[in-house]
């Protein structure tokens, strides 16, 4: 049994460093882009999920555009940070799914939603 455990170990922490599962929380970098739905603007180098606690922080801006809803656990706009919808978007969705009794979008003094 031992000998089938080590290998069964081995490939389970494979398929967790090698995959873009996003557990957490993400921090938004905008390292390719302002784009929510570009893998590599986002700490963790996945498009947060709805599992996923997002912190837009100072000195980025996040565009959420119409061809894909952005979706989050929660979502914290720092100081100097701000989340927009993308110029002459009008359709674009946000869906935030907080546990039950917490608040799921906090918008801090000098953060900006627009």
Do not use: E, R, Y
Not at 13 to 28: D, E, M
Not at 42 to 71: E, F, G, H, Y
Not at 82 to 92: K, R, V
């Amino acid at each position: 049994m031992k000998k089938l455990l080590l290998p069964l170990s081995f490939l389970f922490a494979f398929v967790l460093i090698n995959s873009n599962f996003t557990f957490g929380h993400a921090t938004f970098n905008g390292n390719t882009s302002s784009d929510w739905n570009t893998n590599t603007n986002w700490s963790t180098n996945a498009v947060p999920l709805a599992t996923t606690d997002v912190i837009i922080p100072n000195l980025k801006t996040c565009q959420v555009n119409n061809l894909t809803a952005a979706v989050a656990k929660t979502v914290t706009i720092q100081s100097g940070g701000t989340l927009q919808w993308a110029s002459g978007t009008n359709t674009a969705t946000l869906i935030i799914t907080p546990a039950t009794g917490t608040v799921g979008f906090d918008l801090q003094s000098g953060g900006t939603f627009i």
